[in-house]
């Protein structure tokens, strides 16, 4: 089987290609990047390394993709990742989130129907509405926002978390637009031209190597941020780091992915959530108190107010991937951070090398 990844110089792209390459011998894996996110050229000489073949492209070019080698599946790692892109963060504005992230993912879309290759489509669990969600009844508990469990829940949302039937209806920010637009366009073009189509809605994932920021890959980035001490704020919902979310290691959707790939979905079965879920959730307060007890005392500023596309509590229910795929988190929340807090003390210029 031939498998090319979009985004392979990233932390998702470049540790599933690794991961996919150990688990089967014989699958052959290539991978595209446009390497604008500093730090990614020491993924491509990990790849190379490894025999992953890791060419220069970019998805938003259409010409890019015209000498791509074939491949039976493409998994689409490719993105910019941060809620904030395009409204004063995340290092786009709102024209060039949309040329990455939608005409990128229309010019993929074209090039699978013309080779007949099925997609993968890693998304994200921003596509559900922020306003449910920020409306949601929390209360603080041990450092941590706790749904009320006396609540008239929203369709799709329970105690364990959000479900593939939550609601998807504006707002989801501007980079949650994409994503759910890409999704749709997936779908159409998998029923219009015939070739098989996964939607992985994904939590938050950390590990080390993460090219991590304030407004992405919050896990990465807190500890390495700790481990140099850097100045570090807690910002909304009253500023006291409660606010709750869930972590996933990428390795643990090779399992998955491997599944996917052979075969393809039934009838409405093709979008499922991947994520640590409740039982490997974390608030921003416990996670720096972990912190403080791996590098030392190291206060936090606080900043009240929230931001637009903040909610308190976001943590995907992976009930739907457990059912159809057998599949549950392999890496245990501490497990991972002791993973990322070894990296920051190896690296620890790191921040500085990535654009963190």
Not at 127 to 152: G, W
Not at 275 to 283: F, N, R, V
Request: aromatic share 8%.
């Amino acid at each position: 089987m031939k498998i090319l990844i979009t985004g392979i110089g990233g932390f998702a792209g470049s540790t599933l290609a690794l991961a996919l390459r150990e688990a089967h011998d014989g699958l052959e894996i290539g991978g595209v990047d446009n390497f604008v996110r500093p730090g990614s050229e020491r993924n491509r000489q990990r790849l190379q390394a490894a025999g992953i073949k890791v060419t220069h492209a970019d998805l938003r070019l259409a010409s890019d993709l015209e000498t791509l080698p074939e491949a039976d599946w493409i998994l689409d790692a490719a993105a910019n990742a941060s809620v904030l892109s395009g409204v004063g963060g995340g290092g786009a504005t709102s024209r060039q989130l949309m040329q990455h992230n939608l005409e990128g993912t229309i010019n993929l879309l074209e090039h699978c129907r013309a080779r007949g290759s099925g997609l993968i489509l890693l998304s994200t669990s921003r596509v559900y509405s922020i306003a449910p969600l920020a409306a949601l009844r929390v209360e603080a508990r041990a450092d941590s926002f706790c749904p009320v469990a006396d609540q008239d829940w929203p369709p799709g949302l329970g105690p364990e978390g959000v479900t593939e039937r939550f609601s998807t209806q504006p707002p989801v920010s501007l980079y949650g637009a994409t994503k759910v637009c890409a999704e749709t366009l997936a779908l159409e073009y998998s029923q219009a031209f015939g070739f098989p189509v996964w939607i992985n809605r994904l939590g938050v994932l950390a590990g080390a190597g993460q090219f991590g920021r304030a407004d992405q890959g919050i896990f990465s980035y807190w500890i390495h941020a700790c481990a140099a001490k850097r100045p570090l704020k807690y910002i909304g919902f009253g500023g006291a780091g409660h606010q709750v979310r869930d972590c996933l290691h990428p390795r643990d959707l090779a399992a998955p992915l491997w599944r996917q790939m052979r075969g393809a979905p039934a009838a409405g079965e093709a979008v499922t959530n991947f994520a640590g879920g409740l039982a490997q959730s974390l608030s921003l307060r416990r996670l720096h108190a972990w912190c403080e007890d791996c590098f030392g005392p190291h206060p936090v500023q606080s900043e009240p107010a929230n931001r637009p596309f903040d909610v308190p509590w976001m943590v995907l229910d992976c009930a739907l991937a457990a059912r159809r795929f057998d599949w549950r988190p392999v890496t245990p929340l501490p497990a991972i951070l002791e993973e990322i807090a070894r990296h920051a003390k190896d690296h620890p210029d790191w921040l500085e090398t990535t654009g963190g």
